[in-house]
């Protein structure tokens, strides 16, 4: 299984970012999927998580400005990032819960490889 992220950049204070992440390989079932960011010097911490059925939850500093979605068929997680700000600067990592096979219920926890997002002042 892999995540693959895309979609950060730079940008000005203000603008807006769209990140994806789409997972593949052998994948039975996805459930919760989310994106962590980590600032230099920082832990990696949770921007924002959205459950199988749509369930949200998300970091007190995003909430109004980010927006989580999924798109089940197509095993990809997205981020609507508005109102970027000069803290939001960070790395976003996709993170997704995975069952892969048919006789086990059992989920892994995969990451993707990290997408730089800079927000300048």
């Known amino acids: 299984v892999q995540l693959q992220a895309s979609g950060g950049g730079l940008v000005q204070a203000g603008g807006s970012l769209r990140l994806y992440c789409v997972a593949s390989?052998?994948?039975?079932?996805?459930?919760?999927m989310g994106w962590y960011s980590q600032a230099p010097g920082k832990q990696r911490e949770l921007v924002a998580v959205?459950?199988?059925?749509?369930?949200?939850n998300y970091r007190d500093s995003v909430k109004g400005r980010f927006t989580i979605s999924r798109d089940n068929a197509k095993n990809t997680v997205y981020l609507q990032m508005n109102n970027l700000k000069p803290e939001d600067t960070a790395v976003y990592y996709c993170?997704?819960?995975?069952?892969?096979?048919?006789?086990?219920?059992?989920?892994?926890?995969?990451w993707g490889q990290g997408t730089q997002v800079t927000v300048s002042s």
């Open positions: 993170h997704a819960d995975i069952r892969q096979y048919e006789y086990s219920t059992r989920r892994l926890a995969y």
């Open positions: 390989g052998s994948i039975v079932l996805i459930g919760d």
């Open positions: 959205i459950g199988r059925t749509g369930r949200t």
